[in-house]
């Protein structure tokens, strides 16, 4: 064995910040899981020799391309798109598109990267991708939203396919987007096939799949909570965000007893002391997905809610947490906050929406914590289901595909709790989802050989 087959963590980073100059969330999460991984190989002469942590940080390939389109007032707009292909050595590249301003190279090679991990755990033959623009669909007509993801997926179509990668929807993709993204590869190709999930259920759609993502995320908090013979009933809840996860986690942990105290959006968030129940979801619902409003406009149509402009909610006292936002939403100093106001359990909805520092506070105060790769897999756990339906052109009913996504979840948090155990009644939950994610992909990647 060369020497130079060893490195130290600190060198290992180096490296990596070396190789992606200007990309700190990619940086980031490439850190946070490194971090867990060297102390589980360090007796590993074969992970070593096969350099496949510096394998896996570095993405099979990273595609970038000029989207131009028309406005409705025949101004011609033009964006820049991508598609992350992580790694595929457990089965087809496997992630979202997301449309938004803050969408740059970094940010879809840190979601790629964490994508490789979380689908792993799920235990489905899916490998790690994402991919997205920086157009931003809110305030756009219909007609505009169409001619941009036609023009999208012009590009796009060449380089997916069902047996190759498999985008769906993220942040500013919802059905609409994908409905108009699937009619034009469709068109392009003159194949119908199983390219994307997340469609509408006319379609090929899965009837679980809009909830999949927020309720698997309170599945994940319930089985951390039954780890230690607790309950969700009658605690309270903080959650951020007002989309199709933020709400949907909402109306599990109201459906499990709980109450639920926020949610919020780019421009503040609610605090509701009565609680946000189902009736009220639904407005919420509503207001954001065909009225496309704004979540203060909650606080004018309740009584005893106040809204808190530019603020976010993790000063509001809770026993549980759920970020459902986007990345890096919650910092070290609202993690201190959280804590010192008594939360016993995170678990989080969007990828990475707690920093590296916050991290560090939760589980320096040994509370139940999950991680995003855990903890919101299951969307894509859905839609790896979604995959296998449109595969054999068959269709499962919501009843099935909820008891499937149950599973799925308390698969997921054995696996963590497998690797993360620390034997005296903690489970550190980002370890053991680092570990189990990687030792998958890891073990697949030694059986091919250096490709």
């Known amino acids: 064995m060369a020497v130079s087959d060893h490195v130290d963590f600190p060198t290992f980073m180096e490296g990596v910040k070396k190789r992606n100059p200007g990309q700190p969330e990619f940086v980031q999460a490439v850190q946070e899981v490194a971090m867990d991984i060297f102390d589980f190989i360090e007796d590993k002469e074969?992970?070593?020799?096969?350099q496949i942590l510096r394998r896996i940080?570095?993405?099979?390939?990273?595609?970038?391309?000029?989207?131009?389109?028309?406005?409705?007032?025949?101004?011609?707009?033009?964006?820049?798109?991508?598609?992350?292909?992580?790694?595929?050595?457990?089965?087809?590249?496997?992630?979202?598109?997301?449309?938004?301003?803050?969408?740059?190279?970094?940010?879809?090679?840190?979601?790629?990267?964490?994508?490789?991990?979380?689908?792993?755990?799920?235990?489905?033959?899916?490998?790690?991708?994402?991919?997205?623009?920086?157009?931003?669909?809110?305030?756009?007509?219909?007609?505009?939203?169409?001619?941009?993801?036609?023009s999208f997926m012009t590009e796009l179509y060449r380089h997916i396919g069902p047996d190759t990668d498999?985008?769906?929807?993220?942040?500013?993709?919802?059905?609409?987007?994908?409905?108009?993204?699937?009619?034009?590869?469709?068109?392009?190709?003159?194949?119908?096939?199983?390219?994307l999930t997340g469609k509408g259920m006319e379609y090929g759609g899965s009837q679980m799949r809009p909830e999949a993502t927020g309720y698997g995320a309170v599945y994940f908090m319930e089985n951390m909570l039954k780890h230690r013979n607790d309950a969700i009933a009658g605690k309270t809840a903080v959650i951020s965000g007002s989309g199709n996860v933020a709400t949907h986690a909402a109306e599990q942990i109201t459906k499990q007893g709980?109450?639920?105290?926020?949610?919020?959006?780019?421009?503040?968030?609610?605090?509701?002391?009565?609680?946000?129940?189902?009736?009220?979801i639904d407005w919420i619902k509503d207001l954001k997905n065909n009225?496309?409003?704004?979540?203060?406009?909650?606080?004018?149509?309740?009584?005893?809610?106040?809204?808190?402009?530019g603020k976010r909610p993790w000063n509001v006292p809770c026993d549980l947490?759920?970020?459902?936002?986007?990345?890096?939403?919650?910092?070290?100093?609202?993690?201190?906050?959280?804590?010192?106001?008594?939360?016993?359990?995170?678990?989080?909805?969007?990828?990475?929406?707690?920093?590296?520092?916050?991290?560090?506070?939760f589980h320096d105060a040994r509370i139940m914590y999950g991680p995003?790769?855990?903890?919101?897999?299951?969307?894509?756990?859905?839609?790896g289901l979604e995959m296998s339906q449109n595969a054999e052109r068959i269709s499962w009913n919501h009843a099935r595909l909820g008891e499937m996504l149950t599973d799925l979840m308390e698969g997921i948090h054995g696996k963590c709790v497998e690797y993360g155990d620390q034997g005296d009644?903690?489970?550190?939950?980002?370890?053991?989802?680092?570990?189990?994610?990687?030792?998958?992909?890891a073990d697949a990647m030694l059986a091919y050989g250096v490709v």
Request: net charge neutral; with cysteine.
């Open 372 to 383: 995003g790769k855990a903890a919101n897999a299951g969307g894509v756990a859905v839609s």
């Open 46 to 50: 074969a992970y070593h020799t096969a």
């Open 425 to 441: 009644g903690y489970v550190d939950y980002v370890k053991g989802a680092n570990i189990a994610g990687f030792k998958k992909v």
């Open 57 to 150: 940080a570095e993405p099979d390939r990273v595609i970038s391309f000029r989207v131009c389109w028309e406005d409705d007032n025949h101004s011609v707009r033009v964006q820049r798109g991508y598609r992350i292909q992580n790694n595929n050595a457990i089965g087809p590249y496997k992630g979202g598109i997301r449309f938004h301003p803050s969408v740059t190279e970094s940010v879809l090679k840190f979601l790629a990267f964490e994508q490789t991990f979380k689908n792993s755990l799920t235990g489905l033959p899916m490998g790690g991708g994402k991919g997205g623009a920086n157009f931003n669909p809110k305030g756009k007509s219909d007609a505009e939203v169409m001619r941009f993801c036609q």
């Open 258 to 280: 709980g109450k639920v105290l926020t949610l919020s959006d780019s421009g503040g968030f609610i605090h509701d002391p009565d609680g946000i129940d189902q009736d009220k």
């Open 321 to 361: 947490a759920l970020p459902c936002a986007t990345q890096n939403e919650l910092n070290e100093e609202e993690a201190r906050e959280l804590v010192s106001n008594g939360v016993i359990a995170v678990s989080e909805g969007a990828n990475m929406p707690t920093t590296l520092e916050g991290v560090h506070v």
């Open 166 to 195: 498999v985008p769906a929807g993220d942040i500013g993709v919802g059905g609409r987007e994908i409905g108009y993204m699937f009619g034009q590869y469709k068109r392009i190709t003159n194949r119908w096939e199983g390219v």
């Open 291 to 309: 009225k496309r409003g704004r979540i203060s406009e909650y606080a004018d149509h309740f009584t005893s809610v106040s809204y808190h402009e």
